[in-house]
């Protein structure tokens, strides 16, 4: 998953339609669609986190190795206890990478439901899953988290459209430039009502509150691995 960047050829998929499973950015067509429930499951630390710093290198102006440091607000699933701040290292340009944008004052970092791994090689840090690592996460109008709608940065097999409601969302992370769309997928948005305009630019308007996600995600999946080696 790459959190880092929107690609306008692959937003082309929404100009005929745009569902709650469409994306706005990249995802890995080869990699087929996995339930919260499934990452859960798979990854050793599930949370809600912030993202405060990031250390990249970069290439033609994308990263391309690096670490994101994030804080932990809310962990789900750690098998690392007491971590506020964790690490999290990607290397290369890839399906579903693992790269977050860095905060920009006087904006806060953009929040996300984080699914990692920890790193084999250093157990100090994580990497993102296969099927992708992050979610973006909005602050509701009444201090609430919640999904952003149509969510992106993972294919998911759950039927979130069905799940979506209206928000007002207080966080500026809700807003969007129209050049970070294609025309059609904007008029799509507008016309299904996901986003409207606001201030010179467009906000989006649902999301799945972030109790649905959890429950959606099961107790089970959401247990410590008895051996994160494993």
């Known amino acids: 998953m790459n959190v880092y960047k929107l690609f306008p050829g692959l937003l082309m998929v929404l100009s005929c339609w745009v569902s709650a499973s469409d994306s706005l950015v990249n995802e890995d067509q080869s990699v087929p669609a996995v339930s919260l429930s499934e990452l859960a499951s798979r990854a050793d630390l599930v949370a809600v986190a912030q993202v405060r710093d990031t250390d990249y290198v970069y290439t033609r102006s994308f990263p391309s190795e690096g670490s994101a440091y994030l804080k932990i607000l809310i962990a789900y699933k750690m098998n690392q206890p007491g971590q506020d701040i964790v690490e999290v290292y990607d290397k290369g340009l890839h399906p579903n990478e693992c790269y977050f944008d860095n905060p920009v004052y006087p904006d806060e970092g953009r929040r996300y439901l984080v699914f990692f791994r920890i790193d084999p090689d250093d157990p100090k840090t994580y990497r993102g899953l296969e099927q992708g690592c992050a979610l973006e996460i909005l602050v509701t109008g009444d201090s609430r988290y919640a999904l952003k709608y149509p969510v992106d940065g993972i294919k998911l097999s759950d039927k979130l459209d069905e799940l979506a409601r209206e928000f007002t969302f207080r966080d500026n992370h809700a807003l969007i430039s129209d050049e970070s769309m294609l ?27 972030l109790t649905v996600a959890r429950n959606l995600m099961g107790p089970e999946s959401l247990k410590k691995k008895p051996n994160w080696r494993n």
């Open 183 to 209: 025309p059609a997928t904007r008029d799509n948005l507008l016309e299904l009502g996901l986003i409207k305009p606001y201030q010179e630019r467009f906000k989006f308007t649902h999301g799945i509150d």
